[in-house]
């Protein structure tokens, strides 16, 4: 069982505006960064975000990052097919020595 | 453009020692983090443990006890050891570059744990 709650799945449309939802505590996401992270089929995983709202370079500028207290959030405007993935959200936990926790993940089916 | 590359056998006897090595390209292994990720098949990520170049380390507490993780900057190369494996331990292990967060990742590995 993650400390990152994440929806399993969820799915949208083409050009939709979508939205993955990571909800933590205090001990992690209330004061540690979030990061999101796009695992492709059959593919190591990809960093998506991280410091919260920041972009690498090569990332499109449809995903973008927020977070609220002890949550979080991914944005993808306008859905394409090429986003169906596996999305995890990741911080650090003070209340595990800093430890590295993971989301559950959420699957993306875009229909 | 870093690259990494994962190493080591495909297949574990339950008991024994895991062992793995991340090799990167393209890049020096100095001046920062490093560390070990794995996913059970079909499930998702587990940060297992980083290291420094310099030699410190953290990891995971639930891991802590047979986990160890070394690095060689000669070869640029560092190296994960997991003892005392059983069925729960297979998954795809992945290094990456980072410590509290990963821009590099390798391709993963699967090791199997299995008589």
């Known amino acids: 069982q993650s400390v990152l709650s994440q929806p399993p799945s969820a799915s949208g449309t083409p050009g939709q505006m979508f939205t993955i939802s990571c909800s933590g505590s205090s001990s992690n996401i209330g004061s540690n960064y979030v990061y999101w992270y796009q695992q492709l089929p059959g593919t190591a995983p990809k960093l998506l975000i991280y410091?919260?709202?920041q972009r690498p370079s090569g990332v499109p500028d449809r995903f973008s990052g927020s977070k609220s207290g002890t949550s979080a959030s991914l944005a993808i405007s306008g859905l394409r097919s090429e986003d169906e993935a596996d999305y995890y959200c990741?911080?650090?936990?003070?209340?595990?020595?800093?430890?590295?926790?993971f989301g559950g993940g959420t699957k993306v089916t875009v229909l | 453009q870093v690259q990494l590359q994962e190493s080591g056998p495909g297949l574990v006897k339950p008991s024994e020692t895991l062992s793995l090595t991340c090799t990167v390209s393209?890049?020096?292994?100095?001046?920062?983090?490093w560390s070990w990720i794995r996913q059970p098949p079909g499930k998702g990520l587990e940060w297992i443990a980083y290291i420094f170049y310099s030699g410190n380390t953290k990891y995971s507490p639930s891991l802590k006890s047979r986990v160890t993780i070394s690095v060689d900057t000669s070869k640029n190369q560092f190296s994960l050891n997991l003892s005392s494996v059983t069925a729960a331990d297979t998954a795809i292990y992945y290094c990456?570059?980072?410590?509290?967060?990963?821009?590099?990742w390798g391709q993963g590995t699967l090791v199997t744990v299995s008589s």
């Open positions: 990741a911080t650090s936990d003070d209340s595990l020595s800093g430890e590295e926790v």
């Open positions: 393209g890049g020096s292994i100095s001046s920062y983090y």
């Open positions: 990456a570059s980072g410590g509290s967060y990963h821009d590099y």
């Open positions: 410091r919260n709202n």
